[in-house]
């Protein structure tokens, strides 16, 4: 069906492609709200639909050319999660939070590197990288069904910071297994195998922290709503192409610049102003990573895939409820915090690529395809798992979850009182 649009020109395929997957993404949530799913769901189904791997709506070299959508979408996702690392947020939560990231985190890709040497006899090598990728949480699925379902309270503010976390404590682990693996394999294990990601990583994390009190010198009270929206976009997008350059996720970098911002300036009403702009932005990333993932994959998943599948959301589970006990978090936190973990895509994967390259041609095949496969799985239950967790922990009215809901937003924010109303549109 794509061969109409691979006869237009670049420019008109890939326009026209825009137009088809924001309309079927809006499409996408009259159906998803009926079922009472939640609008990631909708929009993932709806992108694997019309990708190249079924329907063919939309050709592969349309696909190809978007994928800076996913360094955006995650920048932006990021900087609005960055803005629950506030000081007096951190004061309440202390260490507890990082007690149980790294505990949900390091059991989840224990149990799946035990399992797949233990159970299902694979070369350490490829269990050991597993087990690393599995430490990894797609947070954009969660903040998504957090925004949609107005979810709020302190179940909300652990879950966020520990979604957050979990990719700072992914990145290490990973690194370190590549760098064990890659010993290994023959190479010795090299100053840069090791250190360089960490470094760049930690110089990105100091960038953003550099960004977010630029930002806040450069939007004085006086400054327009308009002009506030072009800096505060300007700058998002100017730190994650420079990630981008060096190889590295934007979501640490954008994350500090989002926390650094907010505790400087107490600025709510710039994550307000954002809201209003990332709509689109946020059903191209959903879209477009349905398109990307290849259903025909589940038919190769085999049991090694599902037992990955499983034994990584059970680590997960375990290792939140653990971490929850050990810190006295609050019952309820205990019981569903594990279940809001399950999703996982765009760090795993792009994790999986890299590991690819460090081993031999026939394992690699075989570990990216465990995790392309197992995340269409999770970005399709997840956010039914998000939905539940945050319902049982309270964090979502009864009525808000049957209520029509307004189109949906990716970064929530409350209304602000009437002494932080925002600048009028004539001030300079």
């Given at each position: 069906m794509a061969e109409w649009m691979s006869a237009l020109s670049p420019e008109a395929s890939v326009l026209l492609s825009l137009a088809v997957i924001l309309l079927l993404g809006f499409l996408s949530t009259r159906l998803t709200k009926r079922l009472g799913l939640p609008y990631v769901s909708g929009y993932i189904v709806s992108g694997i639909l019309i990708g190249p791997h079924i329907l063919g709506v939309i050709p592969q070299?349309?696909?190809?050319?978007?994928?800076?959508?996913?360094?955006?979408?995650?920048?932006?996702?990021?900087?609005?999660?960055?803005?629950?690392?506030?000081?007096?947020?951190?004061?309440?939560?202390?260490?507890?939070?990082?007690?149980?990231?790294?505990?949900?985190?390091?059991?989840?890709?224990?149990?799946?590197?035990?399992?797949?040497?233990?159970?299902?006899?694979?070369?350490?090598?490829?269990?050991?990288?597993?087990?690393?990728?599995?430490?990894?949480?797609?947070?954009?699925?969660?903040?998504?069904?957090?925004?949609?379902y107005k979810a709020k309270g302190e179940f909300v503010d652990v879950l966020l910071q520990v979604v957050a976390l979990d990719d700072v404590v992914c990145l290490l682990v990973f690194s370190l297994a590549s760098a064990w693996v890659g010993a290994g394999e023959g190479g010795g294990a090299t100053f840069s195998?090791?250190?360089?990601?960490?470094?760049?990583?930690?110089?990105?994390?100091?960038?953003?922290?550099?960004?977010?009190?630029?930002?806040?010198?450069?939007?004085?009270?006086?400054r327009t709503r308009d002009n506030r929206l072009i800096i505060a976009i300007a700058m998002l997008l100017g730190l994650s192409g420079i990630c981008a350059a060096f190889d590295v996720s934007p979501l640490l970098s954008c994350m500090v610049f989002g926390a650094v911002f907010i505790n400087s300036t107490g600025d709510k009403k710039l994550f307000k102003q954002l809201n209003r702009f990332t709509p689109p932005v946020m059903i191209l990333f959903f879209v477009v990573s349905g398109m990307k993932l290849n259903i025909s994959m589940l038919s190769v998943f085999g049991l090694v895939g599902v037992g990955y599948f499983l034994v990584r959301i059970l680590g997960k589970y375990l290792g939140a409820w653990l971490g929850c006990v050990l810190t006295r978090l609050p019952v309820k936190t205990r019981r569903y915090l594990g279940a809001a973990l399950v999703p996982q895509a765009g760090v795993a994967i792009g994790l999986a690529y890299l590991a690819e390259r460090i081993l031999p041609p026939e394992i690699g095949s075989l570990l990216v395809t465990i995790i392309l496969a197992s995340s269409v799985l999770y970005e399709l239950i997840g956010p039914a798992c998000a939905k539940m967790a945050l319902f049982r922990a309270g964090a979502i009215r009864r009525e808000d979850m049957s209520s029509p809901q307004p189109r949906p937003e990716p970064l929530e924010?409350?209304?602000?009182?009437?002494?932080?109303?925002?600048?009028?549109?004539?001030?300079?």
């Open positions: 070299h349309v696909v190809d050319r978007m994928s800076f959508v996913s360094d955006v979408a995650l920048a932006f996702i990021a900087f609005g999660v960055g803005r629950f690392f506030k000081k007096e947020t951190l004061r309440a939560t202390g260490t507890s939070v990082i007690l149980v990231t790294v505990l949900e985190a390091l059991l989840a890709g224990g149990l799946v590197t035990a399992a797949m040497m233990g159970i299902f006899r694979l070369d350490w090598h490829l269990s050991l990288l597993l087990g690393a990728i599995a430490t990894a949480t797609a947070p954009a699925s969660t903040m998504m069904t957090i925004n949609q195998g090791l250190a360089l990601p960490i470094l760049y990583n930690l110089g990105a994390m100091g960038l953003g922290a550099l960004f977010g009190l630029l930002l806040g010198r450069m939007l004085p009270p006086s924010t409350p209304p602000l009182p009437p002494d932080e109303e925002e600048p009028p549109e004539n001030e300079q």
